[in-house]
C-alpha cells in the first residue's frame, strides 16, 4: 500500500477507533492529537488523505484544512460538530468530505475510498462512468441508456459532468452553482434543484427514489458511483 | 458672548469726551499760537475725527468731520476767528479738508466694525467650540440639553429651555404651542418678532438635523441674524449629540445579544460535541461485535440510532427554544428531502417505506435541515407505532397551489387526545409499548411552527393507521 493516511483527533479513544477502522480498510496510519503535531506529519509523510477533527486543543482545525489542501492533501473532516455553516465552510475551503461522529464505520471507510479514488491523476482517470444502465461518457460527451441515447439540456449535462468528475464527493450548491451557471447566481439554488430533477427523470431507474444523484441536506449533491467489487482495497 | 450694550455705549462716550477735548483744545492752541501752521493744525483735527469715528461709528464720525471743519475755518482760515471765508481759494481748501475728514472718518468707522465682527466671531466660535467638547463628554440625554441651555443662555443673553416636544415649552392653546409646533413640523424658527406667529411670548428653533426633534424656546426678541443662525447650529449640535448617544446605547445593547448568542452556541457546540463523542465510540463497538447473532446486533445499533435521535431532538429544542435556531429558508424538492431522511433511518426501517412521488410536486420554500429533522421524525414515529413488518407510506404531491407530503402507517391509528400528540414527552395511549419519549413529535411541531408549514394527524380513510399530513403553501411572493 502507499502511504499513510493521516488521523488528526484530540480524543485519545477515539483516534484510537479511527485507527482500527482505517487499518481495517488496508491502509497504513499516522496520527497526530494536534495542530501542530498534524502540520509537522503532513510535511514530513505527505499523506494522499488525512481524517482531520475540527476541534483541536491548540487551533481551531478550519485552518488547517485550507493548508492541507495547499499542500495537496485530500481532506476529510470527521468533526462532532453538527454544523451546517460549518461544513460549507469545511467542504468550500476545499475539504474533500465531511462526516459528522457519530459515524457509520462502512460508510466512513467508502468515503475514504472514494476521496484516495478522486486524487487519481486526469489522465488515466477513466472517462467512461457506468451508473447502472446508464453510460455516461464525459470524453465524447454522451450518456446511452440501455444503448439509446440520453439527451440532457446543455445545463444538466455541465452539472453531471461536474458531479461525474468529482464522484463520490460531495460538492455544494455554491460550488455547484458557480460552476455551471456562473458567479452571479450562486444562490439560486431553484435553478439546480430543477436541474437535479430533469436528470433524475432521464437516468434515474425510478426517480422519486434516486440511487446515483444523492442530496446531503442543506449542504449539495454527491454523485454516488456503485463501487466495482473487486475493488475491495 | 454677545458684546454688552452697555458696555459699548460706554466705550462709545469715552470716544466722543476724548474727540471733543481733543479738537477744542486744538481750536485753543490754534487761538492761542496763530504761528502753528494751517497745514500742521489741519492734519492734527483729523485725530480725534479717527478717534469718534473708531470708537462711536460712523455718525460720530462724521459729525466730528463737520466740527473739525469748522474749527479749522474758525481757527485758520482768514479772517481768523471768524466763521467768515475771504478769499475763495480758502473756499476750496476748506472743501477738500472736509471731504478728507468725512472719508478718513468713515474708513475708521469700517475698520472699527470690522474689527468688532472678527472679535465676535472669535468668541461665538470659542463658545460653540467650548459646547461641542462638553457635548461629546454628555453621557445622558439631560447632560446634553444642560449643556445646550447653557451655551445657548450665554449666546443670546436670554432665558432659554430645551426639551423634545412642543408640550414641554408651550402652553396649550396658545400662539406658542402653535408656533412651536409648526417649529417642530418644519424644523425652522419662528416665535416673537419673526414673520409667522410674531405675536408669540418667545422665539421657538426646532432642531434640523437628528432623528427625534429638539426644540428650543428662548425667552427674548430681536436676536441679529447671525446670534439666531449660531441658536441654530447649538441645537443642531444638540440633536446630533443625542442622536449619538442613543446609537451609541443601541450599539451596547447589540452587542451584549450578540454575546449571548455566541456563548449560547458554544455551550450547545460543547454539548452537541460531548454527547456525540461518546456515541461515536458506543456506534463503532456495536459494528465491532462479532460472533452474535446479527439480528440481534442490528437492533442494537437501531436502538443506538434512536438514542443519538433522541439527543439531537433535545438539543434542537433547546436552541430552538432560546432562538437559536433560526431557519434559513430556500426551495426544495421534497424528492431530495424524502431520500435523505430514509437514509437516516435504521436499515430495517428503510426497507419498510414505499415512496410515492406526484410528477407535478412543486418545489417547495423550508429549511432543509429543520425539514430534514420534521420528516425523519414522523418516519421514526411511524416506525415505531406499526408491527415491525408493516407497510410506511410517503407521498408528496401538489396541492392548492403548494405541495403536500403524507405518511402513513399500519399501526393502531390515534385516539381522541390529537391536540395532545404534539406535546412534549406526551405520548398515544398506546405509547406504553413503544420505545422512547415522544420527543421526536414535539420537534416536528416546534419546527413546523417555526417554518409556517401546517402538520396535522388524522387515522387513516381506509384501513387502520394513522396519517400525518405537512402542508407547504405555495412560493411566498418574492420580495
Redesign the interface.
Known sequence: MSAAILIVDD?A??LR?LR??VERGGHHVVTATNGREALHLARTSSPPVALLDL?LPDRDGIELVKQFTDLGISVIVVS?????SEKIAALDLGAADYV???????ELLARLRATLRSRTPQRRRVDVLQLGDVRLDLGARRIQRNQSEVHLAPKEYALLDLLARHAGRVLTHAQLLREVWGPAHEKD??YL??A??AI?QKIEPV????TFI?????IGYRLMVPEAPAEGL | MMPDLRAKSADRTISLGFALLITFGLGWAGIIWPNLGTANLALLLLIPVVLAASGGGRVLGLGLAILAGAVFNFVALEPRLTFAIAKSGDLVTLGVYVLVAVVAASVSARLAAAGDRAREDATDSALFSAMTHQLLSASTRELIIEVAVRAVTNCTSFGCAIAETNHDLAPPGSQDEAAARWAIVHRDVTGRGLPLFSDASAIYVAARTGRRALLARIDGAGLPDARLGLVRKIIDEAADALDRIELAARMEADQRKADAQTMRRAIFASIGHDLRTPMTALRAGLEGLSGHDPTQTELLRADALRLERTLHNLLELARLEVNDRLPIVCSIDLTDTIDAAIDALPVTTKDRVHIWIGDETPLIQSDPIMLHHIVVNLLENAAKYSPASSNIEVRAESADGGARLVILDEGPGIDDDVADLFGLFRRGTHGDRAPGLGVGLSVVDAFARALGHIVTVRNRPTGTGAEFVVEFYGEPPKS
Not at chain 1, 462532532?80 to 451546517?84: G, P, T
Not at chain 1, 459528522?100 to 462502512?106: A, E, G, L, N, Q
Open positions: 480524543e479513544h477515539i477507533l482500527a477502522v476541534g462532532a460538530r453538527d454544523d451546517i459528522v461522529k457519530p459515524f457509520d464505520t462502512d439554488i431553484e434543484r430543477v437535479v430533477r433524475r426517480p422519486s427514489r434516486p444523492r442530496n446531503e441536506p442543506g
